[in-house]
């Protein structure tokens, strides 16, 4: 989950502070209110007892986790990583825990029957994000606990927030019941793929693979774990999330026809083409002058217009939000063009883009080194919103390139999937905001994530289903240093990890009762 807010998951995921500090934090553990509880009485103070008495356990789960890197871009600890996962999985009371292979890293399936009327999807990923232990305050994957002023004790590392934090939540969940002699109220089928901090490549080898897509059709719809909360305590959920593409632009000598086949002395440029300019240019061509509007031909032609509903989803966040918060965490002083901030949203929701994540080209060492490089690679990602699709988008970037005298740079597509979409009208969703409105939360609700996850898998063809994230509890940092998720919260508005545990119980139950 490029995942994922704070309540916006990956769109606002930009700011994480440092997490050691020096002192020790009092800690005013948050009060859980059960105001009209999904769950029968006996069965809350069951549940409630063993989350609490389980605490440390549910603990230690995640630090195991976090502790056993598992990074799909590096292919490190994959195969490890994948079976720590399944164990915990089997640990929690899923049975038919199998190894799904694909063309890339293998993806997971299991199922828990309850018995019960009604069944829930349930999506994982069991990979993360690169960390350099030379940028964090704590080692990325020593998973350790420090104190934060603001937040109580914070766990530090790699995956915490994004997935892994949220992900043990939910299966601390399951051990609650289960300890407290219940079953969970709904039946459980469970899908998780190693390679989503990569684009989800081989995802739908995975989940449409036909007893796996015959289970996912009989689910009510699929949720991903998240702790939605903001500092605030505030929650959002999303109808939906952009579509990516991931890819790299080649430009090279040999493939140009024009400039060196090696890296050559810069004073050569005089008579010689540079490949490093030839991909400037090309990537000039992709946006406007100032870099914000997409200009690739024809890429604009499906985007659907958000509709009045949708506008008046975004101007009725824009009044609840804080505009000068969100702008110092992300470090920011301006929005483009300088638009109003609820103009801002409208088009962090509905507007495709065009970024350049990395340029690499030559000689970026200390002092200089006067060549001419040979070769030159620029990293983009393209989001993408309803009616795009990835496939049709990577082709309209070739013609592009093609048409405009650069159909000899290489474009590599590395990962990426469709737009998805989900009715607010679907159970799962109305179940989400049954679970926030019991806790006195009335949820922002948004037309769409402006980050990415491939949710396309289950709201596409062939299963159709409804799909989206949910969760109390708070972390942030995903995919940069100090990436943390609270496990207590000395903030009264933020839930820490016991109180996410019964979030996920309470949704399970609200699950199995709305219609």
Not at 359 to 373: A, F, N, R, W
Request: charged fraction near 20%.
């Amino acid at each position: 989950m490029d995942k994922k807010t704070d309540s916006q998951r990956r769109s606002f995921l930009q700011s994480a502070g440092a997490a050691a500090t020096v002192g020790a934090v009092s800690l005013a553990l948050p009060r859980w209110s059960w105001a009209r509880p999904p769950l029968p009485p006996e069965d809350t103070a069951a549940i409630r007892a063993e989350i609490t008495k389980r605490h440390d356990e549910s603990l230690t789960r995640l630090q195991t986790w976090i502790r056993q890197p598992s990074i799909a871009a590096e292919n490190r600890g994959m195969n490890e990583g994948c079976e720590l996962m399944m164990s915990m999985l089997r640990d929690a009371g899923f049975e038919n825990v199998t190894k799904v292979p694909s063309d890339g890293q293998p993806g997971v399936y299991a199922t828990l029957d309850a018995g019960a009327p009604k069944t829930l999807g349930i999506y994982y990923m069991y990979d993360v994000k690169q960390a350099d232990p030379s940028e964090w305050t704590s080692p990325p994957f020593d998973a350790n606990i420090v104190d934060k002023p603001g937040l109580g004790k914070i766990l530090v590392g790699r995956g915490a927030v994004n997935q892994k934090g949220p992900e043990a939540t939910f299966l601390a969940a399951l051990h609650a019941i289960r300890g407290a002699g219940r079953k969970p109220p709904v039946n459980l089928v469970f899908v998780a793929e190693g390679e989503e901090e990569i684009g989800s490549p081989h995802f739908p080898q995975i989940a449409h693979r036909e007893d796996i897509a015959a289970a996912l059709k009989k689910t009510v719809g699929v949720f991903m774990p998240f702790p939605s909360q903001g500092l605030d305590g505030s929650v959002q959920i999303n109808l939906g999330a952009k579509g990516v593409i991931e890819c790299e632009l080649v430009s090279s000598g040999e493939k140009w026809g024009r400039g060196p086949r090696q890296d050559l002395h810069s004073s050569n440029k005089a008579r010689v083409d540079s490949p490093a300019w030839h991909l400037v240019e090309a990537l000039a061509t992709l946006v406007s002058p100032d870099g914000n509007t997409p200009a690739i031909e024809h890429y604009m032609d499906k985007v659907r217009p958000l509709s009045a509903e949708q506008k008046q989803m975004i101007a009725t966040a824009a009044q609840r939000m804080n505009e000068a918060v969100m702008k110092k965490q992300m470090g920011v002083e301006h929005w483009v063009h300088d638009v109003s901030f609820q103009q801002s949203l409208e088009l962090l929701v509905s507007q495709p883009t065009v970024n350049i994540e990395g340029l690499v080209g030559g000689y970026t060492g200390p002092g200089g080194k006067t060549i001419l490089p040979h070769r030159a690679v620029a990293k983009l990602d393209l989001r993408l919103v309803p009616d795009m699709t990835a496939k049709d988008s990577l082709a309209l970037l070739k013609a592009h390139l093609a048409k405009r005298g650069f159909g000899d740079i290489e474009v590599n597509m590395t990962g990426g999937y469709d737009p998805t979409s989900t009715s607010a009208d679907s159970s799962l969703v109305r179940a989400q905001v049954a679970v926030y409105k019991h806790h006195s939360l009335d949820p922002m609700m948004m037309p769409r994530l402006a980050g990415s996850w491939p949710g396309y898998v289950f709201t596409g063809d062939p299963l159709r289903l409804a799909a989206g994230h949910f969760g109390l509890g708070h972390g942030n940092g995903a995919h940069a240093p100090d990436e943390y998720y609270v496990i207590e919260s000395s903030n009264p508005k933020v839930q820490g990890i016991d109180g996410a545990t019964r979030s996920y119980v309470e949704y399970l139950y609200e699950v199995a009762k709305t219609a």
